[in-house]
């Protein structure tokens, strides 16, 4: 098992920053995918960014150049920096875990861009 705590989230105008963060514990070393997805209100869950082993990352094009995914493997620890944030940005953000089959996410943190 994995467990996943997200922090970071808040209200934020048009043009801001914010950054992301996400704690693993637990069997994080079969862990080989960290990736933040997010889901607005009447709308699926997306992939936003993933970080794979041997440094591979991955965002959908809404958010290239806009939102950097990172890993401090020392602490554990996922970070999503989002920077000139838009209103559709708006979303629960959530930590996702991809060890083998199986898939962890975290509890979700809420993210606020207003115009």
């Known amino acids: 098992q994995v467990q996943l705590v997200e922090s970071g989230g808040g209200l934020v105008q048009a043009g801001g920053s914010l950054r992301l963060s996400c704690a693993a514990s637990?069997?994080?070393?079969?862990?080989?995918?960290m990736a933040w997805y997010r889901q607005a209100p009447g709308k699926q869950r997306e992939l936003v960014a993933e970080?794979?082993?041997?440094?591979?990352?991955n965002y959908v094009d809404s958010v290239k150049g806009r939102f950097t995914i990172s890993r401090d493997n020392a602490k554990n620890t996922v970070y999503l920096q989002m920077n000139s944030l838009k209103p559709e940005d708006t979303a629960v953000y959530y930590c996702?875990?991809?060890?083998?089959?199986?898939?962890?996410w975290g509890q979700g943190t809420q993210v606020t861009v207003s115009s």
């Open positions: 970080s794979r082993e041997g440094g591979y990352t």
């Open positions: 996702n875990a991809r060890s083998g089959f199986a898939r962890y």
């Open positions: 637990g069997n994080i070393f079969r862990v080989n995918v």
